[in-house]
């Protein structure tokens, strides 16, 4: 049976990042990946800026106590009308063009005001005390935002600073999702008898979301061919990535794999080596991947992290898919006993991932307050508290 990072291989293999688009910079490109190299247009700042509010002097003429004569007002958004010359200065406000001649602003808290006059007393003075020479930030031509950086709310201030309300990006993929079975009734009805609410297709929805998609909720499916066969085929039409639930094992009413033959999907594996999640289907049809998750919630939450969200970032242009491992002493101890792999839920806290106690794959309440997977090889294991164990980060 294939191991988890084999088919994780394969699923990278078949994930092209999307063609980029121009997007205006509006909350919703948060997170998209850049496509192209972003230049400064001009310098930054565009002139020696005063970062206080004071005076403007020759730091020469600094000595003090010293008396200097007030030549001009500069407040932001002026410019200077006059060099200063031996023994003047101008008052200047936070944000204004420093004045030729000046070399430092004193700020007002280090002067007495006497009229047109103003006595210095800032024994701190040197040249280029509270100026910001021009170009200090960036330069116009610098390359300040480069392709492949992730748009967080600071390169919007960057971008917007270079004169760019709109960039190329890579779009965020579109993800379908349907949840197959039966059994199944959306959260607002009442189960009659047999039947169990629908939580896959809530939970899937926002870790789409939660991993840069735009996820599209197409409702519940029959365990009934002809209706999974048109209504996958419309749901194929129309993204970049499909997500089914349930009806991928091997029982008589696992219908998915085969209508999804038949809709011309190509399998490129149907089950992998771990626990819980093992029926696991992946394939593709022409540049759209599918997704057949196992129809137990926490098995379809592992394969979504360990599967899903990796394709899903690949497919919006991030460099590393992830997911994050990262190596952490156990906060308990940890027993287990298992055929295969195992993703155990735990939470990170203090350097230190504790387990946390677990019904197995139908048991997603304990799953509320997971932040990480604790990957347990196969066969007896018996941990102590303190003991090194790999984690996947979720
Ligand atoms: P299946 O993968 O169809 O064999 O389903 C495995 C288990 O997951 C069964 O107990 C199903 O009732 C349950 N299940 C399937 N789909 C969902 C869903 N959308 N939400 C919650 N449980 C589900
Ligand atoms: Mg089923």
Redesign the pocket.
């Given at each position: 049976m294939l191991e988890v990072a084999d088919a994780r291989e394969i699923v990278l293999s078949h994930a092209k990042p999307l063609s980029p688009v121009r997007t205006a910079l509006t909350p919703d490109s948060l997170g998209r990946v850049l496509a192209e190299d972003v230049r400064a247009d001009i310098d930054s700042p565009p002139f020696r800026k005063s970062m206080m509010d004071g005076y403007a002097v020759r730091v020469a003429d600094c000595t003090v106590p010293v008396e200097l004569r007030i030549v001009e007002e500069i407040p932001a958004g002026a410019v200077p009308t006059r060099p200063i010359a031996a023994g003047e200065c101008a008052r200047i406000f936070t944000g204004a063009p420093v004045p030729d001649g000046a070399d430092a602003v004193v700020m007002q808290e280090r002067t007495e005001p006497l009229g047109d006059r103003v006595r210095v007393t800032d024994t701190a003075l040197s040249p280029g005390r509270n100026v910001m020479p021009r170009g200090k930030e960036m330069t116009a031509g610098d390359v300040v935002l480069s392709a492949g950086s992730v748009l967080n709310p600071v390169a919007f201030g960057v971008l917007a600073s270079v004169g760019r309300a709109e960039v190329a990006v890579v779009p965020a993929p579109r993800v379908a999702i349907l949840?197959?079975?039966d059994?199944?009734v959306e959260a607002n009805a009442a189960p009659g008898p047999g039947q169990?609410?629908?939580?896959?297709?809530p939970m899937l929805s926002a870790l789409v979301h939660r991993a840069g998609g735009v996820s599209r909720y197409l409702g519940i499916v029959r365990d009934d061919l002809g209706e999974l066969r048109t209504r996958i085929g419309e749901a194929l039409a129309d993204a970049d990535v499909l997500l089914l639930?349930?009806?991928?094992?091997v029982?008589k009413l696992?219908l998915v794999p085969g209508v999804l033959e038949e809709l011309g999907v190509v399998a490129h594996f149907h089950k992998v080596r771990m626990k819980p999640g093992k029926p696991l289907l992946f394939g593709s049809r022409g540049d759209t991947l599918v997704f057949g998750l196992?129809?137990?919630?926490v098995s379809g939450l592992v394969g979504f992290e360990l599967f899903v969200r990796p394709a899903l970032r690949k497919l919006a242009g991030h460099a590393d898919p992830g997911p994050m491992t990262a190596t952490l002493p156990l906060a308990a101890d940890l027993s287990a006993s298992h055929d295969r792999p195992t993703y155990s839920p735990g939470v990170v806290e203090a350097g230190r991932v504790r387990p946390l106690p677990w019904a197995g794959s139908?048991d997603l309440r304990s799953m509320l307050m997971a932040d990480a997977f604790i990957v347990l090889p196969p066969g007896e294991v018996r941990l102590k508290v303190g003991e090194q164990v790999s984690v996947a980060v979720c």
């Amino acid at each position: 049976m294939l191991e988890v990072a084999d088919a994780r291989e394969i699923v990278l293999s078949h994930a092209k990042p999307l063609s980029p688009v121009r997007t205006a910079l509006t909350p919703d490109s948060l997170g998209r990946v850049l496509a192209e190299d972003v230049r400064a247009d001009i310098d930054s700042p565009p002139f020696r800026k005063s970062m206080m509010d004071g005076y403007a002097v020759r730091v020469a003429d600094c000595t003090v106590p010293v008396e200097l004569r007030i030549v001009e007002e500069i407040p932001a958004g002026a410019v200077p009308t006059r060099p200063i010359a031996a023994g003047e200065c101008a008052r200047i406000f936070t944000g204004a063009p420093v004045p030729d001649g000046a070399d430092a602003v004193v700020m007002q808290e280090r002067t007495e005001p006497l009229g047109d006059r103003v006595r210095v007393t800032d024994t701190a003075l040197s040249p280029g005390r509270n100026v910001m020479p021009r170009g200090k930030e960036m330069t116009a031509g610098d390359v300040v935002l480069s392709a492949g950086s992730v748009l967080n709310p600071v390169a919007f201030g960057v971008l917007a600073s270079v004169g760019r309300a709109e960039v190329a990006v890579v779009p965020a993929p579109r993800v379908a999702i349907l949840a197959t079975g039966d059994e199944l009734v959306e959260a607002n009805a009442a189960p009659g008898p047999g039947q169990i609410r629908n939580s896959n297709g809530p939970m899937l929805s926002a870790l789409v979301h939660r991993a840069g998609g735009v996820s599209r909720y197409l409702g519940i499916v029959r365990d009934d061919l002809g209706e999974l066969r048109t209504r996958i085929g419309e749901a194929l039409a129309d993204a970049d990535v499909l997500l089914l639930t349930g009806g991928v094992s091997v029982g008589k009413l696992d219908l998915v794999p085969g209508v999804l033959e038949e809709l011309g999907v190509v399998a490129h594996f149907h089950k992998v080596r771990m626990k819980p999640g093992k029926p696991l289907l992946f394939g593709s049809r022409g540049d759209t991947l599918v997704f057949g998750l196992p129809g137990n919630p926490v098995s379809g939450l592992v394969g979504f992290e360990l599967f899903v969200r990796p394709a899903l970032r690949k497919l919006a242009g991030h460099a590393d898919p992830g997911p994050m491992t990262a190596t952490l002493p156990l906060a308990a101890d940890l027993s287990a006993s298992h055929d295969r792999p195992t993703y155990s839920p735990g939470v990170v806290e203090a350097g230190r991932v504790r387990p946390l106690p677990w019904a197995g794959s139908g048991d997603l309440r304990s799953m509320l307050m997971a932040d990480a997977f604790i990957v347990l090889p196969p066969g007896e294991v018996r941990l102590k508290v303190g003991e090194q164990v790999s984690v996947a980060v979720c």
